[in-house]
């Protein structure tokens, strides 16, 4: 189980076919300054290394002590001789990572287990499955420094909870709680404190024994009908065609002959 420190902000571990990332400051409460920035970029680029040489199908995002990130480490800006030119690296490199993250064909899974805040929202957010604990709160924090959002904060909550909430948390930068985030769909499930980890090693474990070309499917496809500006008909031709294509491959023959012998697949594309 190879693990690091990169950039002495961010643990890496990648065992077996599942990668762990974790904000690895719990002093700064995860902020996000120079080091953890560079750390980010560079686990998101192991990411994408591992899928292309076949060694990867999930990978988790988590974070150490009581708050999974406060964004920004807006001390560290003010000290730079020129801030504006140091957020400005810093929002460059932190969209780089998340251009990354969205890209990857493998699903990838974020644990919140207590109080996201600024950019920290985008990587916490920005996955595929999003598990929250009860003790986890969403605060945007933004305008209260007088700075407009990031690493894609205005995307996710103007597309996942309409305008008018978006306008809400963006300009007021009250605290969501958990159960808030689960009514309006910015987590994919809540789930009891104390259990958060277990159920978390649920979800990696079973996504990295399923089909690694049916979830890279899904993901492209469900990824495309969210933001994609394409027509319901030709989101239908899309679904069409990469249906086609799985049942034509081994994992499609596989699930198929499983489902009708009552039995559990074997997906020949699953490398756990």
Same mark, same amino acid.
């Given at each position: 189980m190879p693990?690091?420190l %990169? ?24 902020a %996000?300054d120079?080091?953890m ?6 686990a998101?680029?192991r990411?994408a290394?591992? *899928? +292309?040489?076949?060694?990867l199908?999930? /990978?988790? %995002?988590t ?15 003010a000290? /730079?001789? +020129? ?6 690296e810093?929002?460059?490199? %932190?969209?780089?990572?998340l ?5 990857l ?5 974020s ?5 996201v805040? #600024?950019g920290?929202? #985008?990587?916490?957010?920005g996955?595929?499955i ?25 995307w996710?909550? /103007?597309?996942r909870? @309409?305008? /008018? ?8 930068n ?7 985030l ?10 009891a ?9 649920e979800?990696?474990?079973a ?18 009908? @969210? ?17 086609? +294509?799985?049942? #034509?491959?081994?994992d ?10 009552k039995?559990?697949? *074997?997906?020949?594309s699953?490398?756990?």
């Amino acid at each position: 189980m190879p693990e690091e420190l %990169l950039y002495g902000r961010v643990r890496w571990v990648h065992d077996g076919a599942v990668a762990r990332v974790e904000l690895a400051s719990p002093d700064t409460r995860n902020a %996000l300054d120079g080091d953890m920035t560079l750390g980010l970029r560079e686990a998101s680029a192991r990411l994408a290394e591992g *899928v +292309d040489d076949g060694t990867l199908d999930v /990978a988790v %995002l988590t974070a150490q002590g009581p708050v999974f990130s406060v964004g920004g480490d807006l001390r560290w800006f003010a000290e /730079a001789p +020129d801030p504006s030119a140091r957020i400005a690296e810093t929002a460059t490199l %932190l969209h780089e990572t998340l251009r990354t993250l969205a890209e990857l064909p493998i699903p990838v899974v974020s644990v919140v287990h207590g109080t996201v805040a #600024g950019g920290g929202i #985008g990587i916490a957010l920005g996955a595929d499955i999003v598990l929250a604990g009860t003790a986890a709160e969403l605060r945007v924090a933004y305008t209260a420094a007088g700075l407009s959002p990031g690493c894609g904060v205005s995307w996710l909550l /103007a597309r996942r909870i @309409g305008q /008018a909430r978006a306008v809400d948390l963006a300009m007021t930068n009250r605290m969501v709680t958990a159960e808030e985030l689960r009514q309006w769909g910015l987590v994919s499930r809540v789930v009891a404190q104390e259990t958060l980890a277990d159920e978390a090693e649920e979800v990696v474990q079973a996504l990295a024994s399923g089909s690694a070309p049916a979830l890279a499917a899904t993901k492209r496809l469900l990824r495309e009908a @969210g933001e994609a500006p394409t027509t319901f008909s030709a989101h239908l031709d899309a679904e069409a065609a990469s249906i086609a +294509d799985l049942l #034509g491959g081994p994992d499609g023959r596989e699930g198929l002959s499983a489902f009708l012998g009552k039995r559990a697949p *074997v997906f020949v594309s699953s490398r756990g």
